[in-house]
């Protein structure tokens, strides 16, 4: 998630952070409003806040043509979206938040914006290395061509697998076939070597992971359509789709030795469910529901309220 430095700060101050019953990484959304010599945080209240990068804006959203294109869009042939940076200024942003430590997560949804994007990064690759994990926010639309380079630059693909049902009518408008190819390209972008971190977007999504799963092996919405998946190829497998939302996005945020797994030294982060979402079809993943959720081994939800938070007779 992203949050701005005044919310930031005002939750450092009131201590807010400090009754958190989740784990959050987030990225400043501004770089220049942040302290005078801004860095990554530790993890801070007892582990469940850290902020460890500053997120940038390639472009706008597919829906309101906004999505930075390479050629104009099907449906409006006179635009081609909205560029937010020259290729300059990007790199000069980059460069900045790159030169104080951060991590870099970048908003692109057209092809034109994740080829700038792509670009940006391989130039801060030849300057600080290439383990600084740069991630493309949700890589919706990628140039065919440019595919390979995210996995020879080690970029993050950071995706969101329920884009491509709440999307899919309205790209196919926007988009003519050849682009739709490589699209919500999940499959591909795993071929290429590059790490894939799913998550949800919320609050534009819903944050329940479970539609996205379902989405990201079957390539339907939670009614089964389009019969036999949207492009199809692009579907990955239950345990890709499971990597990518604990392991990969663990990874994403430099947390991959804290969580991610439920192995030992790592923090006991899980949830209880009320189905085997390895024997269910795609539709029944979708609808999966949350029984209790733990935090570093304590259970902090619960469906039903437990027999220890029930009041003692007589009282």
């Known amino acids: 998630m992203s949050t701005s430095p005044s919310d930031w700060h005002a939750m450092r101050r009131s201590g807010e ?32 806040l850290r902020m460890v990068g500053i997120k ?60 700038q994007v792509i670009s940006t990064y391989e130039w801060l690759n030849t300057k600080y290395g290439t383990g600084r994990r740069w991630r493309t926010e949700h890589a919706q639309i ?29 790209a196919e408008k926007r988009l003519d076939p050849a682009r739709l190819k490589c699209s919500y390209a999940w499959q591909s972008m795993l071929r290429t070597g590059a790490k894939l971190a799913f998550g949800t977007d919320f609050p534009v999504e819903s944050p329940n992971p479970f539609p996205g799963l379902s989405a990201a092996i079957s390539r339907q919405d939670a009614e089964g359509q389009p019969p036999g998946g949207w492009y199809p190829s692009e579907r990955v497998t239950l345990g ?49 529901e949350v029984l209790e959720t733990w935090i570093g081994g304590k259970k902090v939800w619960s469906r039903e309220p437990s027999a220890s938070a029930a009041p003692e007779r007589g009282k």
């Open 17 to 48: 952070a400090g009754r958190l019953s989740v784990r959050f990484m987030v990225y400043a959304d501004a770089l220049h409003l942040l302290d005078e010599e801004p860095k990554p945080t530790p993890w801070l209240y007892g582990d469940r």
């Open 56 to 115: 940038f804006y390639a472009d706008g959203a597919l829906g309101s043509r906004g999505a930075w294109l390479k050629r104009p869009y099907a449906d409006m042939p006179d635009t081609t979206g909205l560029q937010f940076h020259s290729d300059s200024e990007m790199r000069s942003l980059a460069d900045t938040a790159a030169s104080h430590g951060f991590q870099i997560a970048t908003h692109a949804i057209g092809d034109a914006a994740n080829a």
């Open 142 to 170: 990628v140039d065919c061509a440019d595919l390979p380079r995210i996995g020879r630059a080690n970029i993050i693909a950071s995706m969101q697998p329920i884009h491509e049902t709440s999307d899919r009518l309205m």
């Open 240 to 288: 890709e789709a499971l990597a990518a939302y604990t392991r990969g996005a663990a990874y994403a945020g430099f947390a991959e030795d804290r969580m991610g797994a439920l192995e030992p030294g790592k923090w006991a982060d899980f949830i209880i469910v009320d189905r085997d979402v390895t024997k269910v079809n795609p539709q029944e993943l979708a609808r999966t």
